[in-house]
C-alpha cells in the first residue's frame, strides 16, 4: 500500500495561484494605504464653507485673491479667496509666488483651522491664459468666469 506523498500538479498549482492573489492582494493594500495620506481634495470657499470639515484634513482651495485683501507681517501673508459667493481668509507663512497678484487666480493647499484657512503651499497662475481646471470650473458654477479667460463679475445678460 503506496499512499501519495507530497502534493500533485492540480495542488501545487492551486497554491502558486493563492499565493500569488494574497501577495497581490496585500500590494494592493499598502499601496491604497500610503496613498491615502497623499489625497488632498480640492474645494471652492463655499463649499469649504457649505461642508464639515476634519481638523488638520489636507485640503486645496482655489479661487480668485480678493482685491485689496493682501496683508503682510514679515513673513506671514493673509489674503481672501473668493469663488464669488463666498470669501475664505487664508494665511501663509513664507514667500508668495512671483505671479500672486490681487484679482488673479489661486490654488491653496493646507488645513481649515475655524474660519481661517493655513496654507503651507500657495500656486498661482503662470500666464494670463491659464487656470486650473478645478479653480475655473468652480467659478464657472459660481457665475463668476467668463469664457475668454479673464475673471471677474460675470457678465449679465
Known amino acids: 500500500m503506496s499512499g ?33 495620506d ?4 480640492f474645494l471652492s470657499p463655499s463649499e469649504i464653507l457649505s461642508k464639515t470639515t476634519i481638523p488638520q484634513q489636507r485640503l486645496r482651495i482655489g479661487g480668485l485673491v480678493e482685491a485689496n485683501s493682501l496683508k503682510r507681517n514679515g513673513d506671514t501673508a493673509a489674503f481672501s ?23 488673479q487666480g489661486v490654488v491653496a493647499e ?17 500666464d494670463e491664459n491659464y487656470m486650473p481646471r478645478e479653480v475655473a470650473d468652480a467659478l464657472k458654477k459660481q457665475g463668476y468666469w467668463q469664457e475668454n479667460g479673464k475673471t471677474g463679475e460675470a457678465k449679465q445678460k
Open 110 to 126: 493646507g488645513h481649515l483651522q475655524g474660519d481661517i484657512f493655513r496654507a503651507d503651499t500657495v500656486f498661482a497662475k503662470h
Open 38 to 41: 497623499n489625497i488632498v481634495f
Open 4 to 36: 501519495k506523498i507530497g502534493m500533485g500538479r492540480k495542488q501545487k498549482r492551486f497554491v502558486f495561484i493563492a499565493s500569488m492573489l494574497g501577495a497581490g492582494a496585500i500590494s494592493l493594500g499598502l499601496i491604497l494605504y500610503t496613498l491615502n
Open 81 to 103: 479667496v473668493t469663488d464669488g459667493k463666498h470669501n475664505l481668509l487664508v494665511t501663509y507663512n513664507g514667500a508668495l509666488p512671483d505671479l500672486f497678484r490681487e484679482g
